[in-house]
């Protein structure tokens, strides 16, 4: 069974940085794409970041591109976030997701549950 799970959420003062983890099993890294998304309180949901291992591209939303980068560790079967430059707005419920093929932050099959990033102002 294809399951995931988001971790390294906490508290951390505006201008700091986390790292999130995605740790994936039951399926192989190298035909999948697996994104990271968050849902903020009284917002909708949003698609953060995503890399497709089979052609190596990644995504950004607006909202994170040059503060968030996304990585894999392929033998540790794990997705990592890393924010910096954190902003109070960046406070949300991060989840990891994925899909086979390409991104497709509108497609995603499978969802683990979330990690709660709280960055105080």
């Known amino acids: 069974d294809v399951q995931l799970q988001a971790s390294g959420g906490g508290l951390v003062q505006a201008g700091g940085s986390l790292r999130l983890s995605c740790a994936a099993s039951?399926?192989?890294?190298?035909?999948?794409?697996i994104g990271w998304f968050r849902r903020a309180p009284g917002k909708e949901h949003e698609g953060v970041s995503c890399?497709?291992?089979?052609?190596?591209?990644?995504y950004y939303s607006g909202s994170v591109k040059g503060r968030f980068t996304i990585s894999s560790d392929n033998a540790k079967n794990t997705v990592y976030l890393q924010m910096n430059s954190l902003k109070h707005e960046d406070t949300a419920v991060y989840y990891c997701?994925?899909?086979?093929?390409?991104?497709?932050?509108?497609?995603?099959?499978?969802w683990g549950k979330g990690t709660l990033v709280t960055v105080s102002s």
């Open positions: 039951g399926f192989t890294f190298d035909d999948y794409a």
């Open positions: 997701a994925t899909r086979a093929g390409w991104c497709d932050l509108n497609g995603m099959d499978y």
């Open positions: 890399i497709s291992f089979s052609d190596g591209k990644t």
